[in-house]
Structures are given as structure tokens and as C-alpha cells.
């Protein structure tokens, strides 16, 4: 049986990605797991100590500002086409939403679900901060549109109550079959009215049409507990 020596300078290597490979691996899970970043047996590692990619994306002020929006909400929705009209919009109160902070409080994750129209409503969001983008970045995935939606603010100098994000998406038709698959303008408007009430609308533009159309308007209020 013939044996093969690795060098010593290949194995040097291997061993030096492997050592940087589990000081990433640590350092990440000390960046992001409170849980790990308290117990005894962890490394501790304080935010001057981080390198500069992971601090820019440590949570701050404007995640901090979302903070009133986490939590078990009532939600009241009307949405005015599809299943309602401008005139008579499709109202429920029979939706609940809860919101929880994901990725060590970099994203909070909204699952909506009840019934409206006699139909099953679902839909899931991300809503976040990217300190590198200086805006508010919003994702949202529904049990109607195979699609998803994808919203951005405009860059922001300051954390407030009200928050505008924009973005399109590919209509399937709720707007009209002759909107099916052109290109739609939309925007979510977030309201933080205090912190047991906010609102949140959903707007858009029909091409060639009338514009800033609502489409949807939840208000949220609490749920003691």
C-alpha cells in the first residue's frame, strides 16, 4: 500500500481555515444569540471587539423604533377591491396578527391570519432596517398572490411614527384582468399611532390610471397579555 504525505505547508493551511472558520463560526453566534452570548461557557465578546462588517449590522435606533409594532395585535381590515369595492369594502375583525423580532432583533417577523369575505386570510412579513442603506426594507408573502411584495423607504436620517416604503410587483389580476402581469406601483404606509394602536395601508398606481388607489387599511390594536 503506497501512502501519500501531505506537505507541512498544506496542512499549516488547513489548519488556518479551519481556525478562522470556527473563529467566524463563534463569532457570529456570540453577534446574534443572546442566549449563547450569556452563557458561562460561550466567549464573550463586546461590540468594540467586533470586526466593522459586524457592527454595521448590529440593531439601533430605527430597529428600535419599530419596537411598538412587536407583539399580539386585533386586527380590523377593509380592503376595497377584489373582495370589496371603494363604495363597499370587504371588512373583518376577525384577523389576528403577531409580531416577534427574528435574527437577534435585526428583523421583525409579522404572521397575519383569520378570515375575511368568507375567505381564509394569511399573509407573512419581514419588516427590517439596513443600517448600510439607511432605509426601511419590508417583504410580504400572502395565500393569494404567488408572488411575493417587496417594499423600500426612501434613506432616512432619523427613526419616527410614520414610515412610507415603495416598491411594484406583477398583478395577477386584482386589479382587472387586463392588468394581469403588468408591472404595478405600491406602497405600504405604516402609522405608529401609540403603543397599543397603529395603522398600516396599502396603496397603488394603475398604469395609465387613477393613482395612490387604497387597497387595504388594517388598524391594529393590542391584545392585552
Known amino acids: 500500500m503506497r501512502m501519500t504525505v501531505v506537505p507541512d505547508k498544506t496542512v499549516r493551511n488547513v489548519r488556518r481555515t479551519r481556525s478562522i472558520s470556527g473563529a467566524l463560526a463563534i463569532l457570529f453566534l456570540t453577534a446574534t444569540s443572546p442566549v449563547i452570548a450569556q452563557s458561562a461557557d460561550a466567549p464573550t465578546t463586546s461590540p468594540q471587539d467586533l470586526p466593522p462588517f459586524v457592527k ?18 386585533r386586527a380590523a381590515k377593509q380592503i376595497f377591491i377584489a373582495l370589496g369595492t371603494a ?4 371588512m373583518s375583525d376577525r384577523i389576528t396578527t403577531t409580531r416577534s423580532w427574528i435574527g437577534g432583533g435585526r428583523h421583525l417577523l409579522d404572521i397575519t391570519q ?8 394569511y399573509r407573512l412579513g419581514v419588516l427590517g432596517f439596513s443600517n448600510i442603506d439607511h432605509r426601511y426594507e419590508f417583504a410580504t408573502f400572502d395565500g393569494m398572490n404567488a408572488n411575493s411584495m417587496l417594499y423600500k423607504s426612501e434613506p432616512l436620517d432619523r427613526p419616527g411614527k410614520l414610515i412610507e416604503l415603495s416598491g411594484t410587483f406583477s398583478d395577477q389580476g386584482l386589479l382587472g384582468e387586463a392588468f394581469a402581469g403588468k408591472i404595478i406601483p405600491m406602497r405600504t404606509i405604516i402609522r405608529i399611532i401609540d403603543p397599543d394602536r397603529h395603522e398600516i395601508e396599502l396603496r397603488f398606481d394603475v398604469p395609465g390610471g387613477q393613482q395612490n388607489i387604497l387597497i387595504d387599511r388594517t388598524i391594529y390594536t393590542r391584545i392585552p397579555g
Open 56 to 73: 454595521r449590522g448590529l440593531p439601533g435606533d430605527f430597529h428600535a423604533a419599530l419596537k411598538p409594532l412587536e407583539g399580539r395585535w
Open 87 to 90: 363604495e363597499r369594502p370587504a
Open 114 to 121: 383569520g378570515t375575511i369575505g368568507g375567505a381564509p386570510y
